[in-house]
């Protein structure tokens, strides 16, 4: 099996790292905190100082990171992935960064011998934990069936989409979908309690129905049951957004609604819910309708 090396295991790639360790596979990880990955090292994991070690004992490199600026750092800084890494090294950059950073990053991988797949995923902590994540691939077909059997330890969807860039502009896509959805369920829930019905029996009639959702199933009851701990950071959802628009103005689309809830996401993230889950986005409606929504 290939020697896998993972950096960043945070909410999301924390589990997933796990489960691929559970599947058999010897991993090299790098994180900015060791003592929350303690539990990974005393079950056989390795712990590198820097992504240039970690590619040099690595045949395939997960990066699954905040932002466009930790992943080029990490993969092309002077201590970066690039630095250490042999021709035939495949890099799965599972982050969540903007298209265009990611296709120069395949490009230089490229110019190095090194194969680079764009692989972001969509399900938020129960799908990491469950190892049933969509994971959305760009890149080469070759490099899609050599990371095929890796994917499969961490997710159930598993679509290329096409080459380098392909799986950025399908997360962006997901993440317009998420998030609009999310408001909505938002505003369907804070209307019901500021007219005095159950919030909770609205939701379990609207699951029933053509309003049935995913969010609204598992955003709906974090709700209810007021339970903001974070499942995916309601700052790193208001990024994706920033890629999303960035990325609509980019090609000349305009994205109205998700420009909307971007600008509440901004007001979630001024009120200092930024470290909260993104169902926590309630709030802000909650404060304009003067209401809040809790179980009867």
């Known amino acids: 099996m290939e020697r896998i090396g993972f ?21 090299t990880l790098l994180t900015r905190t060791r003592a929350k990955i303690e539990d990974l090292l005393s079950a056989g994991a390795t712990w590198a100082d820097t992504p240039r070690v ?6 395939v ?26 021709p035939g090294l495949l890099v799965i950059d599972m982050s969540t960064i903007a298209p265009g950073v990611v296709r120069q990053l395949a490009a230089d991988a490229a110019a190095r011998g090194i194969d680079l797949l764009d692989a972001p995923v969509s399900g938020g902590e129960t799908g990491a934990i469950n190892g049933t994540l969509s994971i959305m691939v760009g890149g080469t077909e070759a490099a899609f069936q050599r990371a095929l059997p890796i994917f499969q330890a961490m997710g159930k969807t598993i679509v290329r989409i096409g080459e380098s860039g392909a799986g950025q502009i399908t997360k962006a896509a997901n993440q317009i979908v998420t998030a609009i959805t999310i408001e909505a369920v938002c505003e369907a829930l804070v209307l019901a309690t500021k007219a005095g019905v159950d919030p909770a029996k609205v939701r379990q009639a609207l699951l029933g129905g053509s ?3 995913r969010i609204l199933e598992m955003h709906g009851e974090r709700i209810l049951d007021r339970n903001f701990q974070p499942g995916f950071f309601l700052r790193l959802h208001r990024k994706d957004l920033d890629i999303v628009l960035a ?17 509440l996401m901004t007001a ?10 993104n169902s926590s986005l309630v709030m802000q409606l909650e404060r304009l309708a003067q209401t809040q929504v809790k179980r009867a």
């Open 268 to 277: 979630a993230l001024a009120a200092g819910q930024g470290e909260l889950d």
């Open 247 to 263: 990325t609509g103005k980019e090609y000349a689309v305009p994205l109205p609604v998700a420009a909307q809830v971007r600008e």
């Open 211 to 213: 309003a049935q959702s």
């Open 54 to 59: 970690v590619a040099q004992h690595s045949d």
């Open 61 to 86: 490199v997960i990066t699954m990171l905040p932002d466009s600026p930790d992943v080029a750092q990490a993969i092309a800084g002077a201590e970066g992935i690039f630095a250490g890494a042999r």
């Open 7 to 27: 950096i960043g295991l945070g909410v999301m790639g924390k589990p997933m790292a796990r489960n691929l360790m559970q599947a058999g596979y010897a991993l």
